[in-house]
């Protein structure tokens, strides 16, 4: 919620959170974002790189994953959707700000 709240007082449109990677991808079918911050952690059968592979094979999206668990396997993994950033949790909204002005 306070990523959402964030972005909106940053003028962004937040279209909705995602619990698992199957509805996440429904999601940005319907609502066609530029820009995804994705979980590497979801519930049900895909992990955020799984379900941001697949939203990529569907379009041009900037992807920030988020984790508060990150291994050497899972960060090579994220390399391979080029993602615009990476955040470890707890965030540092400063982190996202600059995430955000690189890609502006």
């Known amino acids: 919620m306070a990523l959402s709240a964030y972005l909106r007082r940053e003028g962004y449109d937040v279209i909705g959170f995602s619990a698992t990677g199957e509805e996440a991808l429904q999601r ?3 609502g066609h974002p530029d820009m995804v911050f994705m979980d590497i952690r979801l519930a049900g059968e895909m992990d955020g790189i799984e379900t941001a592979e697949a939203i990529s094979r569907e379009g041009r999206v900037s992807f920030v994953f ?3 668990h990150s291994t050497l396997a899972a960060v090579e993994r994220v390399g391979a959707v080029a993602p615009a950033g ?3 949790k707890p965030i540092d909204f400063s982190d996202i700000g600059g995430i955000l002005s690189r890609l502006a």
């Open 28 to 30: 940005a079918r319907d």
């Open 66 to 68: 988020m984790t508060g």
């Open 86 to 88: 990476y955040l470890t």
